[in-house]
């Protein structure tokens, strides 16, 4: 008897890391880092939002019409590139990542991505681009929505002050005309705005490791940070 070829096992995935966390807390710096000491692709999962915020902004889409939200979050093609050294954001071929980076456009964000179509149409793309594993994710709902299988999760914090202060630093050196008091009641207005919602809401995964960034530095997270990551099975 000839035995019928058996179809091939499914290859198993690389890793997952999930990194949340509200507004400033580290999440995109340590998450470049991680992903760099691991060989691993970083996805920044807000930098999607943001750029379907900039959509809607751009056609002048009601924010309240649920669903041209959602067909324009199916529509747009959103890149990720590397020129110069510097990575950019595409939104239809043409580099945004500076405008999508603005407090007009960070308060816009927050409304967009409480629409359900939107978030369906993000996590649906995310998914497929960390299918094979082997990335390191950030965002609000990575750990309990989009990879809640991920290998190792965490979950950063920071006092809101300390929060507000980076924040400010970073468009500061921009040159955005900022002021401190300002950005600070932002980041909180913008942290209750993705806490409250009534869809995948910014929260803590129960098996997250959380981790406080206010008084350290970076450093010394990523040590401890790749630390957990390879005391964690099967991931190098
Ligand atoms: O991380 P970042 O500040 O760029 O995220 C911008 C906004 O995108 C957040 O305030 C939040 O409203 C939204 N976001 C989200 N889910 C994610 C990532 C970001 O709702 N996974």
């Not at 050196?173 to 409250?196: F, N, P, Y």
């Not at 995948?200 to 530095?217: F, N």
């Not at 990523?222 to 630390?227: F, G, I, P, R």
Request: with cysteine.
């Amino acid at each position: 008897m000839i035995a019928s070829p058996q179809p091939p096992a499914p290859s198993p995935r690389l890793p997952i890391i999930a990194i949340d966390g509200p507004s400033g807390v580290g999440k995109s710096t340590l998450s470049k880092l991680l992903a760099s000491e691991l060989g691993y692709i970083n996805l920044d999962t807000g930098a999607m939002y943001r750029t379907v915020a900039l959509a809607a902004e751009r056609h002048g889409i009601d924010l309240d019409d649920a669903a041209a939200l959602g067909r324009l979050a199916n529509a747009v093609v959103i890149d990720f590139a590397r020129k110069a050294g510097s990575e950019q954001v595409l939104l239809d071929g043409a580099d945004v990542s500076a405008a999508i980076r603005t407090p007009e456009i960070s308060l816009l964000t927050s409304k967009v991505s409480a629409c359900p179509a939107v978030r369906e149409a993000m996590v649906r793309r995310q998914r497929e681009l960390g299918a094979r594993g082997g990335f390191v994710l950030e965002g609000r709902d990575i750990g309990t929505v989009v990879f809640p299988d991920a290998e190792v999760k965490f979950f950063l914090v920071a006092s809101a002050e300390e929060r507000g202060r980076r924040r400010f630093l970073e468009l500061q050196a921009k040159g955005v005309g900022v002021d401190l008091a300002k950005t600070v009641a932002e980041v909180e207005a913008r942290d209750a705005a993705d806490s409250g919602r009534a869809h995948s809401p910014l929260r803590r995964a129960d098996d997250a490791v959380t981790i406080d960034t206010t008084a350290r530095g970076i450093d010394q997270i990523l040590a401890e940070m790749l630390t957990i990551v390879r005391s964690r099975q099967g991931v190098s």
